[in-house]
């Protein structure tokens, strides 16, 4: 008994640890990344950054502690190795809190690209549910704890909504983003191109996170193992790093040696600028540029010193390379 219990619940938690650990130094790359290139972003942004790198610290710590626990210090005895504790109920607590902020996020950057209150909405109210059914769950394991009783009608319920609603929240902010992003391409190669990595990068962040999650929860319900644990574990990280990416990438423009575009950068405040600007022409939106004429060029190399901020809908303070202010006007 003790052998089928440690290879159907506890090997997948251990492979899952290993895979969670692993993702939380990926993390930490990525917050030093982001320390050192934030000097643009709000001070809520920063913060916001900073509380998912806090909630995933404790996240791993709790995981480890867990597997300590079980497997070292309690190695042997059947008894206790077949309940979960309040220690391992934390994970799906802080994995749908963690995960309903940063779907909170991308809805709010949903809402600066499309204007769409029926889409944000709805992306928030999936992040909700995620964010409160992950607490629930870790509510339903101390009433339950026992590993043998976790098909419980009350803790499947809850563990559908949990990740269903959150795969849902995923699915609608990648598609949300990548149609829009399709329908605001321009005639210039370079910008293309720039956008085409930025609809590259919003699948790759977006699609993995949203399957991971679909995946752990097919298992929970289909598997009579504990092999789910090895993708729900690390899940987390998933949402953390997809975030971080996406902040991160959008402050560089790299080119290799022959001068071609090698990346792009994704960023709520870039795609925002990409579609003001190129609507400029029709719409009442004030851009503060130290010129009298201007026109509309393809992407040159961006200006890394320069920051761009966007409030509300307007853009208050533009410095921008999308403008050649040595081209005068034709009529001067």
Known sequence: MALSLLQEFYGPLLVGT???????????????????????????????????????????????????????????????????????????????????????????????????????????????????????????????????EFRTPKLQVTVILWLGCSSLANILITGTLVFYLKNHRTGFVRTNTYIDHLIRLTVQTGLITAIWAFVSLMLFLLSPTGLYLLFNTPLSKLYTNSLMSSLNARKFWWYDNKGDDALAIPSQNTIFELSRLENHSTQNTKVFVHVESHQMKDLPEMDHGACSKATGDTITSFHTPYFNPKIQSAAS
């Not at 692993?22 to 509380?51: A, E, K, P």
């Open 18 to 148: 290993v895979i969670n650990v692993l993702l939380y130094g990926i993390t930490i790359t990525q917050i030093y990344l982001y320390h050192n290139s934030s000097n643009c972003d709000r001070i809520w942004i920063r913060g916001f950054v900073y509380l998912l790198f806090v909630g995933d610290t404790v996240h791993t710590l709790f995981t480890l502690l867990y597997v300590y626990d079980t497997l070292i210090y309690h190695f042997g005895d059947v008894n206790y190795l077949k309940t979960a504790d309040w220690v391992f109920a934390t994970s799906p607590a802080l994995t749908g809190i963690l995960g309903g902020l940063v779907q909170a996020f991308f809805a709010w950057r949903v809402k600066i690209l499309t204007a769409s209150k029926i889409i944000t909405i709805s992306i928030l109210l999936c992040a909700a549910s995620s964010f409160l059914m992950g607490i629930a769950t870790a509510v339903v394991v101390g009433i339950v704890p026992q590993f043998d």
